[in-house]
């Protein structure tokens, strides 16, 4: 049988760090694969004004399968200020590659898995009754439409005269803000589609029937964001009644959700949401597991085969630079289980997350992070591993 092909980006800041280690732990746990590297990032929009050249996404649409590290993005101004000079003329605008990506690809499934290491010493725990201290085991895996809503792209500074003409034919525009001068009005559109909608819902309910939990929760904001909102919330309830009536349906608000999360967390199984409340919602469950350093995500397009993972943590470019890379590799190497899962060999998937169980719970071998340390140069003097030291942890639990 071929050896598959990998498309491996590295991105910026701790990227290459990360994944390079994560490349080393699916090797040393028999993963035969070959690596091509895919152009994506901030040096390629400061050379190329392109920070997702047309030459990466061709190595996506030959391979189907990407590993993608960390991302750094900046506001408008300071990406204009970075552009190589000679591109500064050419009206060049940055936006984010990995969400252009996404959208290229139609990658509109992202989960995120959010769940307790035994033994993690950055796990959440809460006072019970009698003042006993208590651990909640944290199961939760969010589903999060990953193409549209506020991520959408759809936004203007100073609108154009027709856009601006169409929004004050909503009522509330022309009271609210129609004696506001045009060129002092921003606005960002949260735009919904019955099909994308539907088919980050019928995920979210198809997971939580195959893994056996016993609810979907729908976090969004319907009683405000009644359009929005509100018609995801009447197509969940109808594809529960219709499709998946031995699965509960919750229905809580972002806001509501991020006090009840640190109250009750094990309550939760498979929480599915738009762009951006799945995106708060993802993080505020990855503090409960130990942060950014253990939050992995999947984001795939099922009728293309195209799957891109990628740890959820930032490119953290102070750390970049750092002699010897200090930062926690778990994420990535999760990323990289959750891939190998979307490529059926599980085997190999099982093998690598029984590692990583083991290495957290045995505790002797902890990143920075997971030592409660701040991110400096000299943690690993002061006995905080290194990103290398982690994955020749995991790989000798092989």
């Not at 943590?313 to 990323?335: C, F, R, T, W």
């Amino acid at each position: 049988m071929a050896k598959r092909t990998i498309v491996a980006m590295p991105g910026d800041g701790i990227g290459k760090a990360v994944l390079d280690e994560t490349i080393r732990v699916l090797e040393a746990a028999g993963f035969e694969a070959d690596y091509v590297e895919g152009d994506i990032g901030w040096e390629f929009w400061k050379k190329e004004g392109n920070p997702l050249p047309d030459r990466t996404i061709k190595l996506i649409e030959k391979h189907k399968v990407g590993l993608f590290g960390a991302i750094t993005s900046k506001p408008k101004d300071e990406a204009f200020e970075e552009l190589a000079p000679e591109l500064k003329e050419k009206n060049l605008v940055y936006s984010s590659p990995i969400v252009g990506l996404r959208q290229h690809f139609g990658l509109d499934i992202c989960a995120r898995p959010c769940r307790t290491y035994k033994g993690n010493p950055l796990n959440f725990i809460r006072r019970g009754v009698g003042n006993e201290i208590e651990e909640p085991m944290v199961d939760v895996v969010i589903f999060r439409q990953n193409t549209e809503g506020l991520y959408g792209g759809v936004e203007w500074s100073n609108p154009p005269a027709q856009v601006y003409e169409a929004f004050m034919t909503h009522p509330k525009f022309a009271k609210n803000f129609g004696k506001t001068p045009k060129e002092e009005v921003s606005i960002s559109t949260r735009i919904f589609t019955k099909k994308a909608t539907e088919r980050i819902l019928r995920a979210a309910f198809e997971h939580a029937k195959k893994y056996g939990y016993k609810s979907v929760t729908l976090c969004e904001k319907p009683n405000v964001i009644r359009e929005t909102s509100g018609m995801m919330y009447k197509m969940a309830l109808a594809m529960q009644k219709n499709d998946f009536p031995e699965i509960e349906l919750w229905n809580t608000n972002i806001d509501a959700q991020m006090m009840w999360l640190t109250k009750n967390p094990e309550d939760y199984g498979v929480i599915v949401a738009g762009n951006m409340f799945g995106d708060i919602v993802s993080d505020g469950f990855a503090g409960l597991i130990g942060g950014l350093g253990f939050a992995c995500s999947a984001q795939i397009n099922p009728d293309s085969g195209i799957g891109v993972f990628e740890p959820t943590h930032g490119s953290a470019p102070k750390y970049a630079d750092y002699d010897v890379s200090i930062v926690n590799p778990i994420a990535m190497i999760e990323s990289a289980c959750m891939m190998l899962d979307f490529i059926e060999e599980n085997e190999i998937a099982k093998k690598i997350r029984k590692a990583v169980a083991e290495v957290i719970e045995e505790g002797k071998i902890r990143t920075y992070d997971m030592m409660k340390m701040r991110g400096k140069a000299d943690v690993i003097y002061n006995g905080a591993a290194s990103t290398q030291q982690m994955a020749d942890a995991i790989i000798e639990k092989f």
